[in-house]
């Protein structure tokens, strides 16, 4: 599993209700929401890293 840092962000109270909304529409954490909007934000815009532990949700896994 990959290694984490915690480290905090200060957003504005409707923003973040937004988040906990959608995160909740989609079963996951606020946080883990806010971990898949960065990583999908990254990827579209080409510049997430290739992960050794994960491949990228778009492609198959090996077997």
């Known amino acids: ?3 984490k ?3 905090v962000v200060r957003l504005e109270e409707a923003i973040l209700k937004d988040i906990e909304k959608w995160a909740a529409d989609e079963f996951r954490s606020s946080n ?3 971990e898949w ?4 934000a990254l990827r579209k815009s080409g510049r997430k ?3 050794k532990n994960k491949p990228a ?6 077997e």
Do not use: R, V, Y
Request: hydrophobic share 30%; no cysteine.
């Open 5 to 7: 840092k915690a480290f």
């Open 37 to 40: 909007i960065l990583s999908e």
């Open 49 to 51: 890293s290739k992960s």
């Open 32 to 34: 883990g929401q806010i």
């Open 57 to 62: 949700e778009d492609e198959p896994q090996a």
């Open 1 to 3: 599993m990959s290694k």
